[in-house]
């Protein structure tokens, strides 16, 4: 039976404070509940709303825009794993025989919801929401073997261009450049066809994004080929598990340069480096061959895994 008394509230964009006083206490981040893509893409789908369960534990209810089958509600749990008690997973696993419904459990969650399952209840991989985790002081340097793909691919780039690159910090707080990367973003999106968003809801989705980045905090930065434009990232400073991460929304080149986003991570890292990041997130593979294939070659020191919490008949 659903418990009737659970208070769900609206999480919107003023609520971040509240909102972080349960995704901080996570070990791990997971790129799908960080406040500024709870307020864009999954509240693209709908209303987004939170039920707090304990202190520092929230239950989160939202649509996923990018779910090709027929739109559910989802539920998760945000917050410390230490706070999980057995009468929350029976929660969980009443939410999750609804119709429609679909519970997501995070690899920071995986360990204490697993304790208190009934042997016919299992956590199964969600394919699509694994993130792809790098080192920043690694990039930073590509000194390390795992990283001579990277360091041949920047010298192919340097022999073949003369031309002298530069990433620099966006001001998001001026109108003009919000809708530079906007219309960039389009105009490369005519050229380049993003296999891993057929829709074009990205498009969509980052104009969201920039028309709250004041609220939302987030970030961007520019990488220019002989002072014009090729490509661009916007971000979030996440905290979790007393790591510092980069969280990479959007990632946006011209492809005019064979090369250049490799280049770009590279000084991307250096950048933040100097500011004290500990990783980079670049987020979910949409369970998209090509796109898991990529993001598994710029060598991620870990993946963070989400599951989907189902029954298995005896």
């Known amino acids: 039976m659903i418990n009737t008394e659970l208070q769900y509230k609206k999480i919107g964009v003023d609520d971040k404070l509240f909102y972080n006083r349960f995704y901080s206490a996570q070990p791990l981040p ?3 509940y960080c406040f500024s893509v709870v307020q864009t893409w999954l509240a693209y789908g709908g209303e987004v709303t939170g039920a707090p369960l304990a202190d520092r534990l929230l ?4 649509v996923d825009v990018l779910d090709k089958d027929e739109p559910q509600h989802n539920y998760t749990l945000i917050g410390d794993p230490q706070d999980i008690r057995h009468e929350h997973i029976q929660e969980l696993i009443n939410l999750a025989r609804i119709p429609h419904a679909k519970v997501i459990v995070t690899q920071s969650h995986k360990e204490a919801v697993e304790q208190f399952l009934p042997e016919s209840w299992r956590l199964d991989e969600e394919q699509g929401l694994k993130d792809y985790v790098y080192s920043v002081a690694g990039y930073a340097a590509l000194d390390s073997p795992e990283y001579r793909r990277i360091r041949r691919e ?10 002298h690159v530069t990433i620099e910090d966006l001001d998001l707080n001026v109108w003009t450049n919000k809708e530079f990367l906007v219309n960039n973003h389009h105009t490369w999106d005519k050229t380049f066809q993003y296999e891993n968003d057929p829709d074009r809801t990205e498009g969509v989705i980052m104009q969201e994004t920039l028309l709250r980045s004041d609220k939302l905090g987030v970030r961007c930065v520019v990488i220019k080929v002989d002072g014009r434009a090729e490509g661009f990232m916007i971000y979030t400073e996440v905290q979790a598990g007393g790591k510092l991460y980069a969280d990479v929304h959007h ?14 991570f590279h000084l991307f890292a250096k950048l933040i480096a100097s500011r004290e990041y500990d990783y ?5 593979d949409a369970d998209i061959p090509g796109l898991r294939v990529h993001k598994q070659m710029l060598k ?13 008949k005896l």
């Open 280 to 284: 980079i997130n670049f987020e979910r």
């Open 154 to 163: 920047i010298s192919i780039f340097k022999r073949d261009n003369s031309e």
């Open 30 to 32: 997971n790129s799908d």
């Open 59 to 62: 239950l989160l209810k939202y």
């Open 300 to 312: 991620p020191v870990f993946t963070i895994t989400a599951y989907n919490l189902q029954e298995h």
């Open 251 to 264: 990632a946006r080149f011209s492809y005019r340069y064979k090369h250049l986003n490799d280049l770009a």
